[in-house]
């Protein structure tokens, strides 16, 4: 544990070392003013290489955690994981937003709706000033794109713009200050699903929130998953100590089913969790199609009370609807329904046929009627209880990742972190175990000074794995990275 806590923190401070590179620093800001780190903003190659390695090893020592807890999974207590948690995120809190300039989206659309525009009808470039600080940082991609936000987000979003107006540091603060407490709520939550399930908490822990893709994407890139599921994972357990009593507990039900009808006003995916709540209710209510029916029906009314509270809140109705196709407008290589069309549109060139976009659109729809058939076959599985509820949310989540039109890295975490909380063959722990690990180091960071260098990239690369390897190879001659040792 020491060893990993150890290189955990040296491969962390290389990645925030090297945010002033390779992070998405606001456009007014200087990074080479900084003293000492501010060199590297000149040597870009060495700047991502230097990043690598602190994924690199970020990655080994949660790796090598894992031939501790997936074993043995009580040998460590949840405190120290949750110390090791805090003791890896810390150097990550003050840097440059790192993989992705979402959080510039979301100033934004807050500023959007703060003066008086409405974000679900156009971009940000319709509404903000050409020099407006704001609009400077958001990615080309999304200029003109309208929010894919629910109306919660939005009101967020809005606060944090009336409070930081212009200072692009300060609304990345509070951005922060939002998606810790989400994280917050994922700490409590986790660990009472996992006691519910009788799963060790301490390996519960380390698979979903010690996770890189928690340390990577939700608290260096600050995106606002980290909100959503932790309200989603709260109202989950609330819900089902509502259910799960002699006596319907409805004050906990209400809390849970609103809860989660939160989350989903954060980002609409969360809605997934009201499967775990109709199976409860359909259990409890001894089974059968009316019983589900009716399970159905309480829990869409108490759940769309709460979103269309929300959405007349905002201002702005349910206009944030028409925003949820947004995320589409980029085709998303990592979707496997989208690589199918890449690779028919790569055969039409060499015919000098264009069928690219053609072929990813029926991929799309090929993959949602295959989501919908295996989600049906899901939640048929959790009604005859053959897959425990929570472990259904997760599966649900999976086919939605497989089969959905939109894929990003930390889109796993929806997979992963209900699947922590449950009993999992040892084999299926693994399995989540290295598709972390991989889709943590398949996307690198890469800031404006080397964006596009496909050269500069390639040689960070081969600098990173050099280095790299040489770590593993005197690890191993010590019999220091060997668990066997």
Request: glycine share 12%; proline share 6%.
């Amino acid at each position: 544990m020491p060893l990993a806590q150890a290189i955990g923190v040296v491969g962390v401070l290389l990645l925030a070392g090297s945010s002033v590179s390779v992070g998405v620093v606001p456009a007014a800001a200087d990074p080479g003013a900084i003293p000492v780190l501010g060199g590297i903003t000149e040597l870009p190659v060495l700047g991502l290489a230097a990043a690598l390695v602190g994924m690199g090893l970020v990655v080994t020592a949660w790796l090598l955690l894992a031939t501790v807890l997936i074993p043995h999974p009580d040998a460590v207590s949840p405190r120290r994981i949750a110390a090791t948690l805090v003791l890896w995120a810390a150097p990550l809190l003050v840097v440059p937003p790192l993989f992705s300039d979402d959080v510039y989206s979301y100033l934004a659309q807050g500023a959007v709706a703060d003066r008086g525009f409405d974000p679900y009808v156009g971009g940000p470039a319709d509404f903000l000033a050409a020099d407006d600080p704001l609009l400077r940082n958001v990615s080309g991609y999304w200029e003109r794109s309208a929010a894919p936000y629910g109306p919660l987000f939005l009101l967020i979003a809005q606060l944090i713009a009336r409070i930081a107006a212009t200072d692009v540091l300060a609304g990345i603060a509070l951005h922060r200050v939002v998606e810790l407490a989400g994280l917050a709520l994922v700490l409590w939550a986790l660990p009472a699903l996992a006691r519910r399930a009788g799963v060790s908490a301490a390996r519960t822990l380390w698979l979903g929130v010690l996770n890189p893709l928690v340390l990577f994407h939700l608290i260096a890139g600050i995106h606002n998953d980290a909100l959503m599921l932790g309200l989603m994972l709260a109202g989950t357990e609330l819900a089902l100590r509502g259910l799960d009593r002699d006596r319907l507990g409805y004050l906990p039900l209400v809390a849970g089913v609103g809860l989660i009808g939160t989350a989903a006003s954060v980002k609409l995916p969360a809605a997934a969790a009201l499967a775990v709540v109709v199976v409860g209710f359909t259990h409890r209510w001894n089974g059968g199609p009316i019983t589900f029916v009716r399970s159905v029906t309480v829990t869409i009314v108490l759940f769309g009370s709460v979103i269309a509270a929300f959405s007349l809140a905002s201002g702005f109705g349910f206009g944030w609807v028409a925003g949820l196709t947004t995320p589409g407008e980029v085709n998303s290589w990592l979707a496997p329904t989208n690589q199918a069309g890449f690779l028919a549109g790569g055969i039409g060139m060499l015919f000098g046929v264009s069928i690219t976009q053609a072929a990813i659109g029926i991929g799309k729809i090929i993959g949602a009627l295959v989501a919908v058939v295996l989600g049906i076959v899901v939640l048929r599985r959790m009604l005859d209880r053959t897959v425990e509820p929570v472990a259904g949310l997760g599966l649900l989540f999976a086919v939605a990742i497989v089969f959905g039109p939109v894929v990003q890295p930390w889109y796993l975490l929806w997979c992963v972190l209900p699947l922590s909380a449950v009993v999992l063959r040892t084999r299926w722990l693994w399995v989540l175990t290295w598709l972390s690990a991989v889709l943590a180091v398949i996307v690198p960071p890469l800031g404006s000074g080397i964006h596009g260098d496909v050269l500069g990239i390639a040689l960070g690369y081969a600098i990173a794995f050099g280095l790299l390897a040489t770590v593993i190879m005197l690890g191993r001659s010590l019999r220091i990275a060997s668990p066997v040792a």
